[in-house]
């Protein structure tokens, strides 16, 4: 059975302070592993797809890296609009078109 | 905005009641995936229709069913609720060729009493 774990559950930083999240990974067979952001009450919203082992991808002040086990987000030089909950899914193509999510971890960023 | 809309945005009624979700995917997506997201189980995959097909399940209980009609808009039916099925319902749309990113759409926030 396919799992992904987050950590840490939840991040508090200073406006500039980086730091990255991790998810960890275990499925037979990776399709592509994703990034989504959410924010409270409303729906994930995409971020990347990593699809193979050594993988980065950027956007603004967030980096996504993968290898075979995990996947790091770096967030670096966060200001208080980065506060969300980011979550990680996986596809196995196994599984279908089927998403994995871990379960999340909130950051919140203090100005 | 995802360009994945979906209806009504939320929802409160009494157990053992009946409702109907309904989801909207962007235009040219012909796969859409219902998921649950609640406090304690996190975001779980319910059901997946292509094209007006069911195409993978997931943990969906027999008292839930959905489908996908003809123009791909899908409705996800929930009957006998009861309070632990209060969550909020996302739907989610891809093209499903190559690309295999999932696009959420806002959700429902159902409420049962």
């Known amino acids: 059975e396919d799992q992904v774990t987050q950590s840490p559950e939840a991040l508090r930083l200073q406006e500039g302070e980086s730091s990255s999240l991790n998810c960890s990974y275990t499925?037979?067979?990776?399709?592509?592993l994703f990034w989504y952001r959410q924010d409270p009450g409303k729906g994930p919203e995409f971020l990347f797809t990593?699809?193979?082992a050594g993988e980065e991808k950027e956007k603004e002040r967030l980096k996504a890296t993968l290898t075979k086990k995990e996947s790091f987000l770096h967030i670096t030089a966060p200001k208080p609009e980065d506060s969300a909950t980011y979550l990680c899914?996986?596809?196995?193509?196994?599984?279908?078109?089927?998403?994995?999510f871990g379960g999340g971890t909130r950051v919140l960023v203090k100005p | 905005d995802s360009g994945v809309t979906q209806t009504p945005k939320h929802l409160i009624t009494a157990t053992g009641q009946r409702v109907t979700l309904r989801c909207s995917p962007r235009?040219?997506?012909?796969?859409v995936y219902w998921y649950q997201q609640s406090l304690d189980q996190g975001l779980q995959f319910l059901i997946q229709?292509?094209?007006?097909?069911?195409?993978a399940k997931g943990n969906i209980l027999e008292r839930f069913s959905a489908q996908q009609f003809p123009d791909l808009h899908s409705e996800l039916n929930l009957s006998s609720l009861e309070l632990g099925d209060s969550a909020l319902y996302f739907c989610?749309?891809?093209?499903?060729?190559?690309?295999?990113?999932?696009?959420f759409g806002p959700g429902t926030r159902l409420t049962v009493t």
């Open positions: 989610a749309s891809s093209v499903d060729g190559r690309d295999i990113e999932q696009y």
């Open positions: 229709y292509y094209n007006g097909e069911e195409r």
């Open positions: 499925v037979s067979g990776l399709r592509g």
């Open positions: 899914a996986v596809q196995a193509w196994a599984a279908g078109n089927k998403l994995t």
């Open positions: 990593l699809y193979s």
């Open positions: 235009s040219g997506d012909l796969s």
